[in-house]
Nanobody
Framework: EVQLVESGGGLVQPVVSLRLSCAAS????????MSWYRQAPGKELELVAA????????NYADSVKGRFTISRDNAKNTLYLQMNSLKPEDTAVYYC???????WGQGTQVTVSS
């Protein structure tokens, strides 16, 4: 069974950093590209960042480029999202996703507020 479990969210003040993690199991993690999505209240699901299976190629939404970094540790079957210079508009539930059986994690809430 494919499982993705996110962690690391929380309530933080603007400018503070957070690192999200996504622990993967039930499939060959190193063979699949992975992505982070987010959904803010009342808004559509948004692709935040994506990374190839080897980690050599990454892509970002314009809204997070230069502030967020997606990475992975294939030895630990874990995907990461380093979020710096957080803004209130980054408030959302963040999900990791794999094309393996179109699996989603349960999401982790990130709230940026002073």
């Amino acid at each position: 069974e494919v499982q993705l479990v996110e962690s690391g969210g929380g309530l933080v003040q603007p400018v503070v950093s957070l690192r999200l993690s996504c622990a993967a199991s039930g499939f060959t993690f190193s063979s699949y590209a992975m992505s982070w999505y987010r959904q803010a209240p009342g808004k559509e699901l948004e692709l935040v960042a994506a990374i190839t299976s080897t980690g050599k190629v990454t892509n970002y939404a314009d809204s997070v480029k230069g502030r967020f970094t997606i990475s992975r540790d294939n030895a630990k079957n874990t995907l990461y999202l380093q979020m710096n210079s957080l803004k209130p508009e980054d408030t959302a539930v963040y999900y990791c996703y794999t094309t393996r059986r179109n699996a989603w994690g349960q999401g982790t809430q990130v709230t940026v507020s002073s």
